[in-house]
């Protein structure tokens, strides 16, 4: 079946504007996690939700970041008023449940530059 | 909550030689571990997975891992490495019950040489 999907692949933008990164978790899987990965550095925790709970924002760097998952599914990742310490590549997860031993499947990212 | 730490930044081996990615992890529980590897441009696919049990693990493409309970350690290993190898490799740590599950290592880039 269909793995993560997410879009765009790249977007540049400039500094000041609004973004949104889209991901399509695989189907069926109630959890997605949203990641941040900067040049030489591991994986960032953004945000994950798990089907209707509220999401676990405690990653989120700034209150210019926001998430949302409409209908369990489809999530999308808002940034405003980009800067340029936000140029990442931005990692889309899914798993079939919220639970420690569940394999996450990864998206292939979308990179995101700030000019 | 738990904590991975993945001392080498980079390694470069030969083609056909031996490899040792290393892997700590601070966890007060069993941990739940992971060994994903991420190729330029792509997301991260999962190599292998200790849960419990036989705290030797294999993998896919000829990996294994260890989990060393009294060094709190998870290293991945391969007996001869291909150029195919090179990537990022990022060792992960999940715990059951914490609502954020999965904490990754800063991750090991492996360089191949011919």
């Known amino acids: 079946g269909a793995g993560v999907s997410q879009s765009p692949s790249n977007k540049v933008t400039e500094k000041g504007k609004d973004v949104e990164l889209r991901c399509d978790p695989i189907?069926?899987?109630?959890?997605l996690y949203w990641y941040r990965q900067s040049l030489g550095q591991g994986l960032e925790f953004l945000i994950y939700?798990?089907?209707?709970?509220?999401?676990?924002k405690s990653g989120l760097p700034s209150d210019r970041f926001s998430a949302e998952r409409t209908g369990g599914s489809v999530s999308t990742l808002t940034i405003q008023r980009t800067q340029q310490e936000d140029s990442a590549v931005y990692l889309c997860?899914?798993?079939?449940?919220?639970?420690?031993?569940?394999?996450?499947?990864f998206g292939p990212g979308t990179r995101l530059t700030v000019l | 909550a738990q904590s991975v730490t993945q001392p080498d930044i980079h390694i470069t081996v030969s083609e056909g030689a031996s490899l040792e990615l290393r892997c700590n992890y601070s966890?007060?529980?069993?941990?739940?571990l992971f060994w994903y590897v991420q190729s330029p441009g792509q997301g991260l696919q999962l190599l292998l997975k200790?849960?419990?049990?036989?705290?030797l693990v294999q993998g896919i493409k000829g990996f294994e891992a260890e989990f060393k309970r009294s060094q709190s350690s998870f290293n991945l290993r391969k007996p001869s490495v291909h150029w195919s190898d090179a990537a990022e490799y990022f060792c992960?740590?999940?715990?059951?019950?914490?609502?954020?599950?999965?904490?990754f290592g800063a991750g090991t880039r492996l360089t191949v040489k011919p």
């Open positions: 966890y007060g529980a069993t941990p739940y």
């Open positions: 189907s069926g899987h109630t959890a």
């Open positions: 992960a740590v999940g715990a059951l019950y914490n609502n954020n599950d999965m904490r």
């Open positions: 997860a899914s798993s079939f449940r919220l639970a420690g031993n569940n394999e996450q499947f």
């Open positions: 939700f798990q089907g209707n709970s509220a999401p676990d």
């Open positions: 200790y849960f419990s049990g036989d705290t």
